[in-house]
């Protein structure tokens, strides 16, 4: 089925030209990327062949199962259902359905894979189908902007990274308008099926649409789809995210280098921000991955109560002490979001803000006096240039902008200020140089692993199955991911299941809980296990370059093998 | 001859543990690192079996022969040599030697595979030969610290990223007394050679101890090796240099990575800063390999004495003509040594360096009368974070570090300042933003590509040859690079046709020139044709991640097969 190509002189890689006009329009594709079109994705063993749907017992909530209850009525308790291998093949060859589906919140390796696994189940099982793919995320299905996805068009996007089939967006359906307006949609499309490819937030809304539809009796079902690097998204059912997978590997293959340069010159602290402001999950796989020095987990900083003083100290602490063994060097690792995981931090900003909203910060410091005990000790304890940035770069509600400090250039100064006090008092004599990285959007857009490239695959392939089935308000559910692909579960859990309920402006709002890293989970256990081994000694690990054939073209996440091992 | 080897748990990927209790005590290997060690490296033909050595024309000097002849009275002229098929195999498997081999300056992919070439050359060709490796770079021969280099010893680097073999530095053997301890070190191990694997510099100084070894009736012969991810060490008989291909080729991941990110995303221009201070031969290399929107050439800034006003407008032109198209995004490369081929930068900084040394900065700003008015032109036009950089942050000597302005953020301002002067005056009316990216350390040490790892071990292999010939003053050359191995070439450049002379503190002083991107090469003229078209177009490529099987594997840079092609 694949369309020609024209095949440009090497130096170029290959050329595609997709017959559309539309989508990667005369794209030039590497010599990697052509050869990952045409890879084969290996499925599940129960959607190679005719499957009936099994439901499982009734469901209730993550918390508080009565407010959840009340606002979804038409699906609270809904079952979790699975794919079994039976049922008639002819019934689901014959049914053409009208789908919609849409790519919501930032990027992940592996969006494209879902949209094809969607189409192929289409293609195969419920032949003259049709899929819609809203462009620019919800907002598309909020404007109705859409394109039909076809063979053609899908084809160049088969296997690849980025979101930029369709794109998305990080608009969210909301005010009854908003819901309105994606009714008129739906029915203008006269879709019997809307997937929503997203994270916590775009799954919690996917869920609000299919009790929508449902209490207004339409026909369109709702399916969701867990998507983000950050690995935030997750339950029993639900193993992993899509592309967190892709993203840990590309940034663990940088983390390697920067630990073979380090072992080399022998001479800088490598500090590397990571991605993943509200949980510590990428930073955590990372740390298993490629056995750093020094790693930081938010949720531990937390759970102990930690200051930015108590962090600084660790740090210096096992810096001091490598300086004895001659280890004037090495490698830290720190989540994105540290920041937000120190209490005392917190409560700075949010006097800062208060502060800053009513005095002009006088060049004698009076404004000071405002801040309370503990937060004028914690501003003063800050470098200079971050006290700056706290008191100069403001959004344009006049908030400290939080996201804008960088947490590892911020650290650097506070272990070069602790060590020059450790000189002083003669504990530490020797030459520290840091190094400050951002591993960040080197990871979202990445070719695919061959681990997100099935696993999306899956999802999509999945999530036909479910709307064909009639199901609404799941989210489509691949598990047993540590076995090989042919064993792989195939399913849909309840989106009311995984949620629990936050109060904001008086209400109760549904939320799917973010996953923290769980400090009594199998993969913070090993990595506390090995921590200070890995502190003193160099046990540097290079995981290298993503594979696609070869030795370690199969691996998947040292955090999904850990949890499922612990689960067996 | 594999030592055997425990694997661990398939958690933490396989556990080498070399025999030996140096090298790479215990470290713990990723699979991909395993699968590399034991990967198979083809030799040309010409080294795999009985050689011998074809002299060319004497050589000259690449620039004022007469001045070189003076400093290299013995090695000046030298004919450059080629290994032929032919010759007795028992000479050369006779003849036991003692050699030496330091690595020189910063890392690159491949260093340790030209080590062992080395010594597996010794093994196969000169049994019972001993092979030193100096510690920590040319401190290590002054000093005489080294260790011996076993099979054991060297197994687990095979094919390994880094210099951690037995590390590097950045000494030179420069003084009358320097020059005395390494005659003393070769003279105590009785080496009958010493490979220097290093960049412009270090095989410079290669060919000072060849001559002063020559002068003084010694021995002991010297061959260089050319070494930089830089590029900037070649001429007709080297190519190219190692590491190139492997630092272009991660960078260009990452850049493609982005590249996928901002299409997707529709909302940031990406400032990508590449290593490279010198020429800018990465940053062409990688535009070649993923056709940015905008790149900015050192040589040609130069060239076209650009100042960084007009860098500014060139790049705000082209960000503006891209929103006609509804392009709001982009990705821009920019070489680490812009500034440094900015000449009224450069004007600037001599004056600041000769102002603050004299003045204190007045509030008021007084001292700025002292600049001339072009600098103080240029310092106005500066973002005030950089003007503030430029005055507070100063090395020892109370200079101006030039070194660590972060080009790409100061661009960043420079882009948006312009912009908001366009949208005053009604010729721009869209949001910019700017994403800044520093890629570096991470391209330093990563696992050699197939490329790499093989014209490595051939230079290693070929410096072998050229010791055992009786050889010195030569740099190991093995070209042809675009045939298949088998007939790849292999010799010796006599270093003295790559030198000309500095004069420095009124003396002649030879210097291997730095290869800069000629205006008039094939490179750069391939770029300048299609730069337009990818400005405004988006024809991006994302090479994705080095592969060491299957598509892409065999891939060489495109600037070695362009300079090739064009020599053809």
Redesign the interface.
């Known amino acids: 089925m694949a369309p020609s190509f024209a095949i440009n002189d ?4 290959g050329r595609i030209t997709p017959p559309s006009t539309t989508g990667r329009f ?11 079109i045409d890879h084969n994705l290996p499925l599940p063993s129960v959607l190679k062949n005719p499957f009936k749907i099994v439901d499982g017992a009734q469901s209730s909530a993550a918390g508080n199962p009565d407010e959840i209850a009340k606002l979804f009525p038409h699906l609270f308790g809904q079952p979790s259902a699975t794919l079994v291998p039976g049922g008639s093949d002819t019934v689901q060859s014959h049914q053409k359905l009208k789908i919609g589906v849409v790519l919501s919140g930032g ?1 992940a390796p592996g969006g494209h894979n879902v949209i094809s696994g969607i189409f192929d189940y289409l293609q195969e099982r419920a032949k003259g189908s049709t899929l819609y793919g809203f462009r620019g995320g919800p907002a598309g299905i909020m404007k109705c902007k859409y394109v039909e996805l076809t063979s053609d068009y899908i084809y160049p996007y088969r296997n ?5 089939m369709i ?2 967006g990080r608009d969210k359906i909301e005010t009854p308008e908003q819901f309105k307006q994606a009714e008129e949609t739906v029915q203008k499309l006269d879709l019997d099926g809307l997937v929503v490819i997203g994270g916590d937030d775009s799954n919690t809304n996917a869920c609000l649409l299919a009790e929508y539809f449902r209490n207004k009796n339409m026909k369109t079902l709702v399916i969701g789809c867990p998507k983000t690097i950050d690995g935030d998204l997750k339950c029993k059912e639900v193993p992993t995210s899509f592309g967190f997978d892709t993203a840990c590997k ?1 940034y663990s ?2 983390i ?6 380090a ?4 001479k800088y602290y ?1 500090f590397v921000r990571l991605m993943g402001r509200a949980a510590s999950h990428i930073t955590l796989e990372c740390a ?2 490629t ?1 750093p020095n020094i790693t930081i987990i938010g949720e531990e900083v937390a759970a102990k109560k930690m200051t930015l003083k108590n962090v600084t100290d660790y740090i210096v602490d096992i810096i001091c002490k490598r300086a004895e063994n001659n280890y004037n060097y090495g490698v830290i690792l720190i989540p994105e979001g540290l920041i937000d995981f120190i209490p005392e931090v917190q409560h700075l900003i949010a006097e800062l803000n208060e502060i800053l909203a009513h005095d002009i910060v006088d060049k004698d410091g009076l404004w000071k006096k405002k801040l309370t005990d503990q937060s004028l000790k914690l501003f003063e304890f800050l470098p200079p240039a971050i006290q700056e940035q706290l008191l100069l770069e403001r959004d344009p509600h006049g908030n400290v902008q939080v996201a804008k400090i960088e947490t590892e250039k911020m650290l650097i100064q506070m272990v070069e200020t602790e060590l020059e006090k450790r000189k002083q008092e003669g504990t530490y004599k020797h030459i520290f140089k840091g ?1 400050s ?1 951002f591993f960040g ?7 695919p692993t061959n681990f997100d490239s099935t696993y999306c695959y899956a999802l999509g392939y999945g999530a036909g199955a479910l709307l064909q089935s009639g199901k609404t308000g799941l989210i489509s559910s691949v598990a047993n991911l540590c076995a090989p692909v042919e064993e792989w579960t195939v399913g849909g859990t309840a989106l009311t299941a995984l949620m629990d309920v936050e109060r904001r402006h008086g209400k109760f709002k549904p939320v799917i809980k973010k996953a923290m890293v769980e400090l009594e989970g199998a993969p913070f256990k ?1 990595f506390a296990l090995w921590r200070d081994e890995w502190a003193l ?1 160099n ?14 073209s199969d ?1 998947i996440s ?1 955090t999904l ?2 949890e499922l091992g612990a689960q067996a």
Chains 1, 2 share one sequence.
């Open positions: 090497g130096v170029n890689g005369a794209s030039v594709y590497s010599e990697v990327q052509n050869s990952r990027q690849q990274g980025g979101f930029d794109r998305s590309i293959e940088m390697g280098n920067v630990m073979i340069d072992r080399s010159t022998g490598h298993l991955q056995h190094q990285h959007y080197e990871g979202r857009c990445g070719l090993k000694k046990c540097y690990i290079s995981p290298g370059p993503v594979q696609f054939t070869g030795p370690g691996a040292r093998l850990l």
